[in-house]
């Protein structure tokens, strides 16, 4: 046959051995030209033919393929879609021939079989292609893995990774392939096919566990690996995905650790916590149970409230709606909780807002603070002790801080500056309680000692300004304050006012020199000595009058200096001074000139710079013994004129008394005859006036006896019968002004008196009716005073002024009582009376306002 290859056979060999050539040629381009050359040699005329192939987008074609022809064209088909064509140009054939169709028609099957065959090729490639680039993708993908994958056959021996696996082991690609995972990670045993990793892979499709993997630095991490067998391989193969899992571990720990930390404050803590939720607890931790003593199911679910006393109940919702989250900036809140067992519990609770099971809940911690409270309580108590001592204290305790200010004073230094304790706390001891003059020095030497540079003297001086504004001295002892480190943090001072006892002093020294000069300038002879022993001391007197010097008289006693006939006396006059402490004897002493010196000696027994001493005053007594000499004459003349006395009373009773009474008498009568008015009015002052003259007479003759007690006889008699019989007496006057008379004894009062008695009780009552005025009462009372009787006369009346009071009971005097007649006698009668009596008399304002008390005493029987 004619250019044509009759063995079908050998031609598809041909095509395969084409498709052979170029199934290892990557390169489309080339391998089209491969196809372009080599197409023609499969068909038998190679030589007119020229080829044109076209794939996607790439075009080949021979060289002589302008040509012109017979073209037969093919497509090139991949999976059933057109990709590209085959052309072949046959040139010089007639198509008119007969045989040339027969050669065309065996051409046209030849090109369909090789463009089937290239299809097919193309096909396959195409698909190798894919898959080609499906491994990179993958292998890409791989390597952009976080997690290492490495795959490992079932010896251990490692076959392919990805890049993080290489990074993290730090071994090269080449180093790896050369490597065991046995090398890697450390827990794999040699056996590693039947390793439980291995074996569950094998059994359960897939296992994980974890491993420390040794990095080529030596550094182990911690590794979880997933574990799968890898199918459709001749050899059991495994790809393991292996994490580091050290930041997990580590964070699991962290997390196990955390828990643990907040298990403990939570469950172990010294605080209770709750949660509370819309009122409700929600949560609460054995602390917070144990402070309130309910159980955990007694509280759950409960009204938080139930655990707040009810009068707190307003306060505690308050605290709760202020609660934020920023517990730092939150005030803590202070109640006394309620416990189960219904008693207080003082707690302090701090809140914040979490969220708790999806919403929100407010957490409290609570802490008892009642061992805190009593300890604070006992702190106060004994602060209180403390500043109650330092009150107590009679000295002035302050305490000035390095700022100067004063931080604290007690009682005594507040009183002594004046002011409030407040008004001296936290103010500058140095501007507000110093005066100017020392004012500057002190707090010079003060900041000195604050630095440490000296030590403040042990006692020293000086001055105050208290609030009135005056100076006071004071003598201190000042000791500076330490903290624990040794700073001086301020000064405790402690203060004696010594202002008074200064003056004292002042005061002390002017009276000693008063005294010594008394001592010395006195006329009387002053002496100290010891008890039978030598003088201590003598003034200028004992030693002028006795003619001794000083020095002289200080080696003498007493006794020396006494008449030697009198001396035996001394001893026993010692001897009564140091028993009596106070005797007065008289006794001749002896001048130096050998005169005899009659003294009257005053003796007392003293403490003398802590010895018992004498101390003596003597008098020179020698104008005394004159004088008593002229006494004794003059007593002779005293009586005369005493007798003189007795005959003017005797005159006034006998002479005088006896014609004012025919006065009277005939006056009386005249009166009834009188039809003249006015000679009427003269006889009635004639009347008065004797009446008073005689009045006058009787009393003073009265009182003239009363002089001469001699003849006084004193009986015990119930002064009470005796008042009320004066009493009847004066019934008209009283009756007249219409007194009320209030007489009041508890009982008799049975004394030691004379009958005379009458005239004291008859003077007072007049005087009360005299000189009170008309319907006012007048109070007789008797009392009784230990030994005495009292008897209280008390009118209403005009009173006597305190002037008067002394003078009433002399005789003749009278207060200014306009219009009232009287004597001036009366209560000199009551004086003497009383007096005769032994008794004691007096006058007092009537307590009730207006008015006097005139009251005696006399001695009970
Ligand atoms: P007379 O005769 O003046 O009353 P007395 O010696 O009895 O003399 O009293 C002396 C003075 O004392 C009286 O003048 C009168 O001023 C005053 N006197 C005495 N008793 C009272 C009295 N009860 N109330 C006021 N003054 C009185």
Request: overall charge negative; aromatic content about 8%.
């Amino acid at each position: 046959m004619n250019g044509y290859s009759s063995n079908t056979e050998h031609s598809i060999a041909g095509i395969a051995d084409l498709v052979d050539t170029i199934l290892d040629e990557t390169s489309v381009e080339e391998m089209l030209k491969i196809l372009v050359e080599r197409i023609p040699s499969l068909f038998s005329e190679p030589e007119n033919m020229s080829v044109k192939i076209s794939w996607l987008d790439e075009h080949c074609e021979s060289d002589s393929y302008s040509k012109p022809g017979i073209i037969l064209t093919s497509d090139i088909t991949v999976n059933g879609k057109k990709e590209g064509f085959i052309e072949i140009i046959i040139a010089g054939k007639d198509t008119e021939i007969e045989n040339n169709a027969d050669l065309i028609h065996n051409y046209e099957k030849m090109l369909h079989l090789i463009s089937r065959m290239i299809s097919l090729f193309f096909e396959k490639r195409k698909k190798v292609m894919e898959l080609d680039n499906i491994e990179k993708k993958m292998r890409s993908y791989c390597n952009k893995l976080e997690d290492y994958l490495f795959v490992v056959n079932s010896n251990g021996n490692i076959l392919d990774f990805n890049t993080s696996f290489e990074t993290c082991t730090g071994y090269t690609a080449e180093e790896l392939h050369q490597m065991n995972i046995k090398d890697l990670l450390t827990q794999c045993s040699d056996n590693f096919e039947n390793s439980p990793m291995i074996k569950d892979a094998a059994v359960k499709g897939s296992s994980t566990f974890e491993f420390d993997h040794r990095c080529k630095s030596g550094e182990i991490v911690p590794m979880s690996i997933t574990c799968k067998p890898l199918a459709n391989n001749d050899e059991k193969t495994f790809i393991c995905v292996a994490r580091n899992i050290s930041e997990a571990k580590k964070a699991e720990l962290e997390l196990q650790e955390s828990e643990r930390k907040y298990s403990t404050i939570v469950e172990k803590g010294n605080d209770g916590i709750i949660i509370v939720q819309k009122g409700l607890v929600r949560f609460a931790n054995s602390k917070a149970l144990d402070i309130t003593g309910y159980e955990y199911e007694d509280i759950i679910n409960e009204r938080y409230l139930k655990l707040i006393p009810t009068e707190d109940h307003q306060r505690s919702i308050e605290w709760l709606n202020q609660c934020n989250s920023n517990i730092a900036n939150k005030a803590i809140f202070h109640v006394d909780l309620l416990t189960k067992n219904k008693q207080e519990l003082p707690v302090e609770i701090t809140g914040s807002v979490i969220d708790y099971e999806g919403s929100e809940a407010k957490l409290l911690i609570l802490r008892d603070i009642s061992e805190r409270k009593c300890i604070e309580d006992i702190l106060k108590q004994e602060r209180d002790k403390l500043e109650n001592y330092l009150d107590v204290a009679g000295s002035i305790i302050g305490i000035v801080g390095v700022d100067t200010n004063i931080t604290f004073v007690n009682k005594k230094g507040a009183e002594v500056l004046g002011y409030t304790k407040d008004e001296i706390i936290g103010a500058s001891w140095f501007d507000k309680f110093l005066p100017e003059s020392v004012r500057d020095i002190t707090r010079e030497n003060f900041i000195k000692v604050i630095n440490g540079e000296i030590d403040p003297p042990e006692y020293f001086e000086n001055l105050i300004l208290t609030k009135s504004g005056e100076e006071r001295l004071i003598f201190w002892h000042d000791v500076p304050l330490e903290d624990e480190n040794g700073k001086r943090i301020g000064v405790i001072s402690s203060g004696e006012d010594i202002t008074e006892s200064r003056k004292m002093e002042a005061m002390l020294v002017e009276s000693e020199n008063n005294l010594k000069t008394i001592f010395n300038n006195i006329d009387d002879l002053i002496s100290i000595h010891k008890p039978h022993g030598k003088f201590i001391d003598v003034n200028k007197a004992a030693v002028s009058s006795t003619g001794y010097t000083k020095d002289e008289m200080l080696e003498m006693s007493p006794k020396d200096l006494v008449w030697p006939g009198m001396r035996p006396m001394m001893d026993g006059y010692t001897e009564r001074i140091m028993k009596e402490k106070n005797i007065i004897f008289e006794i001749y002493d002896v001048h130096k000139n050998g005169s005899l010196l009659p003294h009257e000696v005053n003796s007392r027994l003293i403490e003398y710079k802590g010895e018992q001493a004498i101390i003596s005053v003597a008098r020179d007594i020698t104008e005394r013994k004159k004088a008593e000499e002229r006494l004794k004459r003059y007593a002779g003349e005293l009586k005369h004129s005493n007798e003189l006395k007795d005959l003017f009373t005797d005159i006034i009773r006998h002479d005088l008394l006896t014609p004012a009474s025919v006065v009277k008498g005939y006056t009386e009568e005249l009166i009834m005859t009188i039809n003249d008015e006015n000679a009427l009015k003269l006889a009635e002052k004639v009347r008065d006036n004797n009446d008073r003259l005689i009045e006058l007479l009787e009393t003073a003759t009265k009182l003239a006896k009363l002089q001469k007690n001699e003849d006084i006889v004193f009986e015990n008699m119930d002064i009470v019968p005796i008042f009320k019989m004066v009493l009847d007496s004066f019934k008209t006057q009283h009756e007249m002004k219409e007194h009320e008379i209030v007489f009041t004894a508890d009982g008799p009062c049975p004394s030691v008196v004379n009958t005379v008695i009458e005239e004291v009780f008859a003077n007072l009552l007049s005087n009360a009716i005299k000189y009170s005025p008309p319907k006012s009462r007048i109070e007789i009372t008797f009392s009784d005073e230990n030994n005495m009787w009292k008897t209280s006369v008390t009118d209403f009346g005009i009173g006597i002024s305190d002037k008067d009071k002394p003078l009433l009971f002399n005789r003749f005097h009278r207060a200014d009582k306009k219009g009232i007649k009287g004597t001036g006698l009366g209560l000199a009668i009551v004086k003497r009376i009383i007096e005769l009596h032994g008794g004691k008399y007096g006058v007092e304002d009537n307590p009730a306002g207006h008015g006097s008390v005139f009251w005696v005493m006399l001695k009970k029987a």
